[in-house]
């Protein structure tokens, strides 16, 4: 089972809205509702921030919101803050023999 | 409050074995699926393994296959990762964490696992 497929880097100014893609395939992001995104701010465990493509858990900021097209899901995040400088990495069921696949990691920095 | 601590990691020579724990409180553990989730220095999140809620259904990595075992005690709340034969390229903080339907809704602190000659 192959990594999805992320940026290695996003950047945006305070403020502002930036996307992270996340492709996979039929198999995975495609075939399944079941995407969900982690944040990671360094030396720390990830947390779940996005889970079925696009629910937010309690306590995480409306300022992130996850879709998905085909087989590539989106996590965007609207108004930037500083604090959400960190590692994000998305995940997906998949139908192969191991059940989950996560992605590549994309690292947020805020200008 | 969801807790879940690692334990076990360490230094261990190539070929070596070495047994992770994770000690769970806060929720009613034989009701979960739990994983272990891995990553090495510097590198993205890499999935190892998972056990259902009654240890019925387990599933490995190719990468681990046939070298790590996971099990776990519902009445000590407890999941571990029996690692051997280890490689170099076993080395990373080994997290574990809890499914609920099919995410990872709590994560541990993580325990590092170096292996090094």
């Known amino acids: 089972q192959s990594a999805l497929t992320q940026p290695a880097s996003v950047s945006g100014s305070p403020g502002q809205s930036i996307t992270i893609s996340c492709t996979g395939t039929?198999?995975?992001?495609?075939?399944?509702?079941?995407v969900s995104w982690y944040q990671q701010h360094p030396g720390k465990a990830p947390k779940l921030m996005i889970y079925?493509?696009?629910n937010r858990p309690s306590g995480v900021p409306d300022r992130f919101s996850g879709s998905k097209s085909g087989n590539t899901a989106s996590l965007t995040i609207s108004g930037l803050q500083a604090e959400d400088e960190a590692d994000y990495y998305c995940?997906?069921?998949?139908?192969?023999?191991?059940?989950?696949?996560f992605g590549t990691g994309t690292k947020v920095t805020v200008l | 409050e969801v807790q879940l601590v690692e334990s076990g990691g360490g230094l261990v020579k190539p070929g070596g074995s070495l047994r992770l724990s994770c000690a769970a409180s806060?929720?009613?553990?034989?009701?979960?699926?739990m994983n272990w989730v891995r990553q090495a220095p510097g590198k993205g999140l890499e999935w190892v393994s998972s056990?259902?809620?009654?240890?019925?259904?387990?599933y490995y990595a190719d990468s681990v296959k046939g070298r790590f075992t996971i099990s776990r005690d519902n009445a000590k709340n407890s999941l571990y990762l029996q690692m051997n034969s280890l490689r170099a390229e076993d080395t990373a903080v080994y997290y574990c964490?809890?499914?609920?339907?099919?995410?990872?809704?709590?994560w541990g602190q993580g325990t590092l696992v170096t292996v090094s000659s």
């Open positions: 964490a809890r499914v609920e339907d099919f995410y990872f809704d709590y």
């Open positions: 806060g929720f009613t553990f034989s009701s979960y699926s």
């Open positions: 056990i259902s809620s009654s240890s019925s259904y387990i």
């Open positions: 039929s198999s995975d992001v495609g075939g399944y509702n079941y």
């Open positions: 079925e493509v696009s």
């Open positions: 995940s997906s069921y998949t139908s192969s023999s191991t059940p989950y696949v």
